[in-house]
């Protein structure tokens, strides 16, 4: 029996996170956190990888760095194509958005959106004029102009998951759900069903050399393989109840591999299988520190590939699948669910589940890993004065302490019944509070005078679970917030609590009063109602950001005007950053970076300065208040700048359009297809263009494109 060894060896990064970055950029996992699903490779060097929310990735040495391009769209991107060289390309994702570029992915041009919902898949199979989108729609759609026009050619019987034009234009093959496979022979005019013998979940088919002989894979553990065009397809035994999302032949029709996942104890973990008989026999390696894995990428031979997945996951072999060095990296893949810098934006630390503690001395360019002690939730995470003494809290009535930043963790006593929501600290190392929930869900408040020696059970004033606790000026006056609005108040470091009238509110998750003890705010659960007090809680109004989600935490950085909140959904992966500039009166979405839950944000010295953490290890950082989303382009060491400052007038436009202030300067103007048309100065914006809709960037700069628009 034939066997693969499979030997997982770390490879060496060259990312350099926060250097020269502007907006929310990640700092774990590298270099991104968002689901990889989509992959291109043009040559063992140069190539491509698609995700979510936007999510595009170039590499030209092999993987050793990777540089995020700019998308423009936020959302999630399912497939990625460049049919004959690095430079022209195409993208295609959910709302059926269609991206294409001409110059290696510096810029990305919108073609369509919305002509259908979902597309999961693209195919140009010759070069890039004629090609092919399909997805969850049920239509196949095509364009012969590059992506100028798509049209919707045919209605399908399934949702297509996988096409493959394997020699010309006219026979390709398209496979999903339900087990479905479709052959057309005339361009996709006309889809005939194949009998496959299944109703199951079809991933990806790929014929290597001509349209006789093919796979698919799919779940559960399913791989087919034809070797007269379809009329018959034969079950090649996996014997595996698992998933399978790509198939690849990269030579010939004997050599492939399967890529995938598998579940074990509740865990995901990526899978390849390779066979080098054609698939008589499929050698099945699990590797157990790479999550799910969704896209694969031989460019050449069965020797040098890649795989994607989950968390941003980056694997690459050079030897046939022998050994794969992972080309991502993740410190933790655990939910991260506090951060706190204190008085520093250098040196800081993230707490969260299964007793992850990390710091970093940098300001995030590195975060490691330190030694907790305990596999219990943490939620809570504050060094009061600065970075030698901290205190983290969690559930199960985990209390740990450091007196030396870190380097050790000593759990000091308390009922093991209790859950412990928030810790806070006001002015020094000794004096603190702890709030959470008892066994029966009910309000616990406790305090210590001697730096957690001891703890204090202090009256709550409100059965209801209280969640987050700030002392905004002294160890006097604080406030903590709950389940169903609750906010108890006390004037006299706890010696009583006194309930305010609730709001309306499932549950306020955070509080935050960063100047004094008047001027406040609280969020939670929705994230429609954000409450702020000017009266030291007497009063307090909704002022709503529009986001239906819960939000986990506010934070206002030493001002009452400058905030920012975090939120998500754990069901539907979604999240959300709001700020203010106003004091709340209005709350504008920041462009997102990551579809994980987001549960922490804190700016330790400024409004500028400032740190996300959230699900799967998550954390982003931003040095311009989150301004923008621009990444520097790591290796080449140019910076993509945003020129979404700059005022065209009049946009939409009839007969041309003006810069004001920049009337002497020139700008290049591309059109929907990604085509350069012109080269224009800042006075005659569009003079001559036909009507439609362009975008704009400054002349030999690599930025971030304006979009304009002329009218007839």
Known sequence: MKTLRFVLIPAVLFLLPGIGQTGWFWQNPLPTGNLLEGSSF???????????????????????????????????????????????????????????????????????????????????????????????????????????????????????????????T????????????????????????????????????????DDQTGYVVGEPGIILKTTDGGAIWAYQDSGRHEYYFTVQFPENVVTGYVIGSTSSSGSYRGIVLKTTDGGGFWAR??????????????????????????????????????????????VTPYHLRAVHFPGTDQTGFAAGDSGTILRTPDGGASWRNQVSGTRNYLMSVNFPVDVQTGYVVGRYGTVLKTTNSGTTWSRQPF???????????????????IVGANSSNAAIIFKTTDGGGTWQSQNPGTSNSLWSVNFPVNALTGYAVGYRGTIVKTTDGGGTWVSQPPVQSNTLLSVCFPVDDQTGYAAG????????????????????????????????????????????????????????????????????????ILLGVHFPLNPQTGYIVGASGTILKTSDGGASWVEEERTEGRKQKAVGSLKVSPNPFTSFATIPGQEGKRFEMYDIAGRKVGTYKGDRIGEGLRAGVYFLRPEGKDAQPLRVVKVK
């Open 285 to 330: 390696q699990v590797l157990d520190s790479i999550p799910s894995l969704y896209s694969a990428s031989f460019p050449l031979d069965a020797q040098t590939g890649y795989a994607f997945g989950y968390l941003g996951a980056i694997i690459k072999t050079t030897d046939g699948g022998a050994t794969w060095a992972s080309q991502s990296r993740c």
């Open 42 to 168: 043009i040559d063992p060097n140069t190539g491509y990888t698609v995700g979510f929310v936007g999510t595009i990735l170039k590499t030209t040495d092999g993987g050793a760095s990777w540089i995020t391009q700019r998308s423009g769209i936020e959302e999630r991107l399912n497939d990625v194509q460049f049919p004959r060289n690095a430079v022209t390309g195409y993208a295609v994702g959910d709302r059926g958005v269609v991206l294409k570029t001409t110059d290696g992915g510096s810029f990305w041009a919108c073609q369509s959106r919305g002509l259908v919902n979902f597309l999961d898949c693209v195919e140009f199979p010759l070069d890039e004029q004629t090609g092919y989108a399909s997805g969850w729609d049920c239509v196949v759609l095509k364009t012969t102009t590059g992506g100028a026009a798509w049209d919707t050619i045919a209605s399908v019987p399934c949702q297509v998951k996988g096409l493959d034009f394997p020699e010309d």
């Open 170 to 209: 006219q026979t390709g093959y398209a496979v999903g759900y339900p087990g479905t496979i479709l052959k057309t022979t005339d361009g996709g005019t006309t889809w005939v069903t194949q009998l496959s013998g299944t109703d199951d979940f079809f991933e990806s088919v790929h014929f290597p050399l």
């Open 525 to 596: 659960s929705p994230g429609n109602y954000i409450y702020k007090t000017t009266d030291g809680g007497a009063s307090w109004i909704n002022q709503p950001a529009d986001v239906w989600d819960d939000i986990y935490c506010i934070h206002f950085p030493g001002t009452t005007q400058t905030g920012y909140a975090v939120s998500g959904d754990f069901e539907s992966s979604k999240s959300f950053t709001v700020k203010t500039t106003d004091g709340g009166i209005s709350w504008a979405f920041q462009t997102p970076v990551s579809y994980q």
């Open 415 to 433: 009922e093991t019944t209790t859950h412990l929501y928030d810790v806070f600290f006001p002015t020094d190392a000794s004096t603190g509070y």
